[in-house]
């Protein structure tokens, strides 16, 4: 197929080929592979600025969306590629295979870095989905850093930055500078930009911007990054958010105010308790979906209320393909028992079958589908049978309909039961974090008009 880029992706290209470290920060859906296979080609062929190229991504974008896009556009077929997956043997065949773009999944990274030590022979590297480098104390962060050094140039993609705040651009920005930006250290970053905010006595939980601090930091960080929203250059069609309001039966909600009082629902041969306020939440959250694991591991089924409010969402679609997302395997489980049709996302040419329209119902953990895949030409409705507390997540989940290709309007279901934790994951943990999101994309967005005058 003949590549005919859209104008802002002429524009990240070029960033990238002027900027020997860049950050692209682009909507899910803008095309962000292609376009940096393009300027990765151009660095290799035309250029000559390097031999060897490293992308660093999601296993299943590794393996389903990378490589279809160099056999799909005309102007790549010519890259040969070398996917370091599966394996031992099979990862050392493909390191020492002679290729243009090496492709290795992130859980990977250690083991790489770990098999060439100083003689890390790549001297580019691309990133996809930047932001799952966001903890320094990762160990894919600590092994990249090492080889860091020894790359020329490197490319860090993603649409989410920033998931949980400010604090993680620090891993992120250092390894496309070596913390020239934002510094050297963590430490530094955390006290020359922010203050303490929740504490007990000497231990801190969290902390907050200083005045002024977001600004520097956006200022600091752009030369670095450009931010592109899809809105602004795509024509998509509209995306329609709809909270979908339930009730629990009686009996239903005095098991759940039980445990959400007492942390405890006894039961014969293994209770579910939550000894912590961090376990309780999960299990809260388990409990408005109707089962819970006990301390034995095993399901205790509450109620399937939520499973008859997913019945009438799916005979709402009237026959139409839908993409539900749970958050515990139980509920994939359960689901899958309630409707014998449905398909998970893990299974072996799941999206394939999707997007030929063969699939009425398909199951996916966030996880498992918030990274780079095309969904969009299998349906336009999905559901969120249990919410995630990652707004990253959430966030990539729902943008695998809305993408370039479809055609309809996109709904988004979210199904809440009434008094439940639902409803504060929803309000009180994503949509905050989207604000703080938002704001940091809003300081980096490309004015391409500008720069292009």
Same mark, same amino acid.
């Given at each position: 197929?003949?590549?005919?880029?859209?104008?802002?992706?002429?524009?990240?290209?070029?960033?990238?080929? %002027?900027?020997?470290?860049?950050?692209?920060?682009?909507?899910?859906?803008?095309?962000?592979?292609?376009?940096?296979?393009?300027?990765?080609?151009?660095?290799?062929?035309?250029?000559?600025?390097?031999?060897?190229?490293?992308?660093?991504?999601?296993?299943?974008?590794?393996?389903?969306?990378?490589?279809?896009?160099?056999?799909?556009?005309?102007?790549?077929?010519?890259?040969?590629?070398?996917?370091?997956?599966?394996?031992?043997?099979?990862?050392?065949?493909?390191?020492?295979?002679?290729?243009?773009?090496?492709?290795?999944?992130?859980?990977?990274?250690?083991?790489?870095?770990?098999?060439?030590?100083?003689?890390?022979?790549?001297?580019?590297?691309?990133?996809?989905?930047?932001?799952?480098?966001?903890?320094?104390?990762?160990?894919?962060?600590?092994?990249?850093?090492?080889?860091?050094?020894?790359?020329?140039?490197?490319?860090?993609?993603?649409?989410?930055?920033?998931?949980?705040?400010?604090?993680?651009?620090?891993?992120?920005?250092?390894?496309?500078?070596?913390?020239?930006?934002?510094?050297?250290?963590?430490?530094?970053?955390?006290?020359?930009?922010?203050?303490?905010?929740?504490?007990?006595?000497?231990?801190?939980?969290?902390?907050?911007?200083?005045?002024?601090?977001?600004?520097?930091?956006?200022?600091?960080?752009?030369?670095?990054?450009?931010?592109?929203?899809?809105?602004?250059?795509?024509?998509?069609?509209?995306?329609?958010?709809?909270?979908?309001?339930?009730?629990?039966?009686?009996?239903?909600?005095?098991?759940?105010?039980?445990?959400?009082?007492?942390?405890?629902?006894?039961?014969? %041969?293994?209770?579910?308790?939550?000894?912590?306020?961090?376990?309780?939440?999960?299990?809260?959250?388990?409990?408005?979906?109707?089962?819970?694991?006990?301390?034995?591991?095993?399901?205790?089924?509450?109620?399937?209320?939520?499973?008859?409010?997913?019945?009438?969402?799916?005979?709402?679609?009237?026959?139409?393909?839908?993409?539900?997302?749970?958050?515990?395997?139980?509920?994939?489980?359960?689901?899958?028992?309630?409707?014998?049709?449905?398909?998970?996302?893990?299974?072996?040419?799941?999206?394939?079958?999707?997007?030929?329209?063969?699939?009425?119902?398909?199951?996916?953990?966030?996880?498992?589908?918030?990274?780079?895949?095309?969904?969009?030409?299998?349906?336009?409705?999905?559901?969120?049978?249990?919410?995630?507390?990652?707004?990253?997540?959430?966030?990539?989940?729902?943008?695998?309909?809305?993408?370039?290709?479809?055609?309809?309007?996109?709904?988004?279901?979210?199904?809440?039961?009434?008094?439940?934790?639902?409803?504060?994951?929803?309000?009180?943990?994503?949509?905050?974090?989207?604000?703080?999101?938002?704001?940091?994309?809003?300081?980096?967005?490309?004015?391409?008009?500008?720069?292009?005058?």
């Amino acid at each position: 197929m003949e590549y005919k880029p859209y104008y802002y992706q002429d524009f990240a290209e070029k960033f990238i080929l %002027d900027n020997p470290e860049a950050g692209l920060l682009l909507d899910m859906g803008m095309g962000k592979t292609v376009t940096s296979l393009s300027a990765a080609d151009k660095l290799l062929n035309d250029y000559f600025a390097v031999s060897k190229v490293l992308v660093i991504a999601p296993l299943k974008p590794a393996k389903e969306t990378w490589p279809p896009e160099v056999k799909k556009w005309d102007h790549l077929k010519h890259l040969k590629l070398s996917l370091i997956l599966g394996s031992k043997a099979e990862r050392i065949a493909a390191c020492e295979q002679e290729a243009d773009i090496y492709i290795v999944n992130r859980e990977n990274v250690v083991w790489l870095v770990d098999y060439f030590k100083s003689k890390w022979p790549f001297d580019m590297v691309i990133i996809d989905e930047l932001s799952s480098f966001k903890s320094s104390k990762a160990q894919r962060f600590r092994a990249l850093k090492k080889v860091r050094k020894y790359i020329k140039r490197i490319v860090g993609l993603t649409g989410t930055p920033s998931p949980n705040g400010l604090l993680d651009l620090w891993p992120e920005m250092y390894l496309l500078d070596e913390g020239k930006a934002l510094g050297k250290t963590l430490t530094g970053y955390r006290d020359t930009y922010f203050v303490p905010d929740k504490r007990n006595a000497t231990t801190i939980f969290s902390w907050k911007p200083k005045d002024g601090a977001e600004e520097l930091i956006y200022e600091k960080i752009g030369k670095l990054c450009i931010s592109m929203n899809a809105a602004d250059y795509l024509q998509l069609p509209d995306r329609l958010f709809l909270r979908r309001e339930f009730e629990l039966t009686p009996e239903a909600m005095e098991l759940y105010k039980t445990l959400e009082r007492d942390t405890l629902l006894p039961f014969a %041969d293994g209770d579910i308790d939550a000894p912590t306020a961090a376990v309780l939440t999960n299990k809260l959250l388990q409990a408005a979906g109707g089962a819970a694991y006990d301390e034995n591991g095993n399901v205790r089924v509450l109620h399937d209320c939520k499973l008859e409010a997913l019945d009438q969402l799916i005979e709402e679609a009237n026959g139409q393909p839908v993409l539900v997302f749970y958050a515990f395997r139980h509920e994939r489980d359960r689901i899958m028992e309630r409707y014998p049709e449905a398909v998970d996302i893990k299974g072996d040419g799941a999206v394939t079958r999707w997007n030929e329209g063969k699939i009425p119902i398909m199951l996916a953990h966030p996880a498992s589908a918030g990274h780079g895949l095309n969904l969009q030409a299998g349906g336009h409705i999905a559901i969120w049978y249990g919410l995630p507390t990652s707004l990253e997540l959430y966030q990539q989940a729902n943008k695998r309909l809305h993408r370039p290709g479809q055609k309809k309007t996109v709904l988004i279901h979210h199904i809440l039961m009434k008094g439940t934790y639902d409803y504060r994951v929803l309000d009180d943990i994503l949509a905050p974090k989207e604000v703080r999101q938002n704001a940091c994309l809003e300081a980096l967005k490309a004015r391409i008009k500008e720069v292009s005058k």
